[in-house]
């Protein structure tokens, strides 16, 4: 059974910093292509930043230059590191885990940022 568990959401003001942390079972984490993925009330899903198994990273453009991901394969992990956080980086964050389109989510953990 695949389990993707997100923690490290939570209330920062604006120009603050959070670590978000997604840790995975039930895959071959090293195999995968990580992602963060994001939801703002009323707007879509929207990827956030990616890193490949090679270590390759992609990245939104709203938040490239404030946004870091990494992973650790020896932990099952990936890491968000957020910092300058603006208000409008208030969402619902996910954990994406994707091997040749074979994807799986997390439940989510909020962020939220106050002016």
């Known amino acids: 059974q695949v389990q993707l568990v997100e923690s490290g959401g939570g209330l920062v003001q604006a120009g603050g910093s959070l670590r978000l942390s997604c840790t995975a079972s039930g895959i071959i984490f090293s195999a995968n292509v990580m992602g963060w993925y994001r939801q703002a009330p009323g707007k879509q899903r929207e990827l956030v930043a990616t890193?490949?198994?090679?270590?390759?990273?992609n990245y939104a453009y709203s938040v490239k230059g404030r946004f870091t991901i990494s992973r650790d394969n020896a932990k099952n992990t990936v890491y968000l590191q957020m910092s300058s956080l603006k208000p409008e980086d208030t969402a619902i964050y996910y954990c994406n885990s994707n091997f040749f389109g074979r994807a799986n989510w997390g439940q989510g953990t909020q962020v939220t940022v106050s002016s």
């Open positions: 890193i490949t198994s090679a270590g390759s990273t």
